[in-house]
Nanobody, 129 residues
């Protein structure tokens, strides 16, 4: 599975950006999709995830890191094999390289990066004060 992230850029504090991540698999709906970020000198941090679209009650549910709750929204379009991250009210501390990742049919959606099987190349988001 190849993941291609796009949409990063430079924005002023308080602004918005939308990231996209396109996946090259026919079985996209079977993957939980996560967004992580990594700032220079820091560990990779969980941002958000959306569960795979299986038949269980948790299919399609979304999860967020504490630092982005209420500001970021993750969504997926299985018809387009794409996951999105809408980022509003951006802060300078949101500056990082953002990565999308895929985890095949997890029993539980994880916030630990080592659980995810596939990763995109990352896209830079810079928020100026």
């Amino acid at each position: 599975v190849q993941l291609q992230a796009s949409g990063g850029g430079l924005v002023q504090a308080g602004g918005s950006l939308s990231l996209s991540c396109a996946a090259s698999t026919r079985f996209f709906s079977d993957y939980a999709m996560g967004w992580f970020r990594q700032a220079p000198g820091k560990e990779r941090e969980f941002v958000a995830a959306v569960n795979w679209s299986g038949g269980s009650w948790s299919g399609g549910l979304t999860y967020y890191g504490d630092s982005v709750k209420g500001r970021f929204t993750v969504s997926r379009d299985n018809g387009k094999n794409t996951v999105y991250l809408q980022m509003n009210s951006l802060k300078p501390e949101d500056t990082a390289v953002y990565y999308c990742a895929a985890d095949y049919r997890p029993a539980i959606v994880a916030d630990a990066p080592q659980v995810y099987d596939y990763w995109g190349q990352g896209t830079q988001v810079t928020v100026s004060s």
